[in-house]
């Protein structure tokens, strides 16, 4: 298994920016690909952001041009950068790993999730 720590959440105003990190540990070598995941009261829970080993990102449409996700590979870290930020962006942040066990068998793991609150 892999454990999975976020931080960086809170309170911002619209427009404001925030980052957050993802520390991974455990089984960090079958790591695939670490992303963003978000749910919002009342929502299902979204993609946000993607990024695999080798660098390829994904992002969903209304975050394009106002996030970026990074990695850190020696330190088995994920980042998520988040400018402009606006009160729909509000939701409680989850980090998300990628393990490939064997073939096309693949894992999943969780972190805890952190608050994002974009109010004025």
């Known amino acids: 298994q892999v454990q999975l720590v976020e931080s960086g959440g809170g309170l911002v105003q619209p427009g404001g920016s925030l980052r957050l990190s993802c520390a991974a540990s455990g089984s960090t070598s079958s790591i695939y690909s670490m992303g963003w995941y978000r749910q919002a009261p009342g929502k299902q829970r979204e993609l946000v952001a993607t990024v695999t080993s080798g660098g390829s990102t994904n992002y969903v449409d209304s975050v394009k041009g106002r996030f970026t996700i990074s990695r850190d590979n020696a330190k088995n870290t994920v980042y998520l950068q988040m400018n402009n930020l606006k009160p729909e962006d509000t939701a409680v942040y989850y980090c998300?790993?990628?393990?490939?066990?064997?073939?096309?068998?693949?894992?999943?793991?969780w972190g805890q999730g952190t608050q994002v609150t974009v109010s004025s």
């Open positions: 998300n790993a990628l393990r490939n066990l064997i073939g096309s068998v693949f894992a999943t793991d």
